[in-house]
């Protein structure tokens, strides 16, 4: 049973550029969280899907949004990308509102 | 707003110590609370998680953690570390109010020595 898949694992983009970053959730969980783990810090709740709706939404700008697929597989967007947005990205997926599990996350750096 | 602080931000220690790394939390209503450890190169993963009953729990890899609500705590501990417990630990809350949205602590960066 595959966990939680993000890709790509690493990424490079310039200031101004935008990214997508993308989630597949554990097999039998219907919904996604993504999160903001700045270096030497935990992770910040950027926001939640379920049922391809976002339900929570932490204390990030609209320059952040994101997707959730029929599938249950989710997007993450930043636009407008600053070099204070260089940072590991992080899905979690979960069966709405029990235990959350993570998978290995995105390194974004801004330059 | 819920928060949740770690005291340590780094423990180091030899072989066979016991652990205990703090955690509180701010929120006055039901919570839910969870250990993450993530190991060097891999990503997080779920040591223990406590969302009712015996506020005494067990995690895997001998982990342990005490809920004890009049002090908004919920302290991780290990008996006898061994150096692979190496890893930096995450406390993490969330208001059961609030769906399942986690709020994480600072992380504890624990060092063992062999």
Same mark, same amino acid.
């Given at each position: 049973? @595959?966990?939680?898949?993000?890709?790509?694992?690493?990424?490079?983009?310039?200031?101004?550029?935008?990214?997508?970053?993308?989630?597949?959730?554990k097999s039998g969980?219907?919904?996604?969280?993504?999160?903001?783990?700045?270096?030497?810090?935990?992770?910040?709740?950027?926001?939640?899907?379920?049922?391809?709706?976002?339900?929570?939404?932490?204390?990030?700008?609209?320059?952040?949004?994101?997707?959730?697929?029929?599938?249950?597989?989710?997007?993450?967007?930043?636009?407008?990308?600053?070099?204070?947005?260089?940072?590991?990205?992080?899905? @979690?997926?979960?069966?709405? @509102?029990?235990?959350?599990?993570?998978?290995?996350?995105?390194?974004?750096?801004?330059? | 707003?819920?928060?949740?602080?770690?005291?340590?931000?780094?423990?180091?220690?030899?072989?066979?110590?016991?652990?205990?790394? *703090?955690?509180?939390?701010?929120?006055?209503?039901?919570?839910?609370?969870?250990?993450?450890?993530?190991?060097? *190169?891999?990503?997080?993963?779920?040591?223990l998680k406590y969302?009712?009953?015996?506020?005494?729990?067990?995690?895997?890899? *001998?982990?342990?953690?005490?809920?004890?609500?009049?002090?908004?705590?919920?302290?991780?501990?290990?008996?006898?570390?061994?150096?692979?417990?190496?890893?930096?630990?995450?406390?993490?809350?969330?208001?059961?109010?609030?769906?399942?949205?986690?709020?994480?602590?600072? *992380?504890?960066?624990v060092l063992v020595?062999?």
């Amino acid at each position: 049973d @595959a966990g939680v898949t993000q890709s790509p694992t690493h990424l490079i983009k310039t200031r101004g550029q935008q990214v997508t970053l993308r989630c597949s959730p554990k097999s039998g969980h219907d919904t996604v969280s993504w999160y903001q783990q700045a270096l030497g810090q935990g992770p910040q709740f950027i926001f939640q899907y379920y049922e391809e709706e976002e339900r929570q939404r932490g204390n990030f700008p609209d320059r952040f949004s994101g997707h959730q697929f029929p599938n249950y597989s989710s997007e993450l967007n930043v636009n407008a990308l600053l070099l204070g947005d260089s940072a590991l990205y992080l899905c @979690a997926s979960s069966r709405w @509102a029990y235990e959350q599990y993570f998978g290995p996350g995105t390194r974004l750096t801004v330059t | 707003a819920q928060s949740v602080s770690q005291h340590n931000h780094h423990v180091i220690l030899s072989e066979a110590a016991s652990l205990e790394l *703090g955690c509180n939390y701010s929120y006055g209503g039901t919570v839910n609370l969870f250990w993450y450890v993530q190991y060097p *190169g891999q990503h997080l993963q779920l040591l223990l998680k406590y969302f009712s009953g015996d506020p005494l729990v067990k995690g895997i890899k *001998g982990f342990e953690a005490e809920f004890i609500k009049s002090k908004f705590s919920f302290n991780l501990r290990k008996p006898s570390v061994q150096w692979s417990d190496t890893a930096e630990y995450f406390c993490a809350v969330n208001a059961g109010a609030a769906g399942n949205k986690l709020t994480f602590g600072g *992380g504890t960066r624990v060092l063992v020595k062999p």
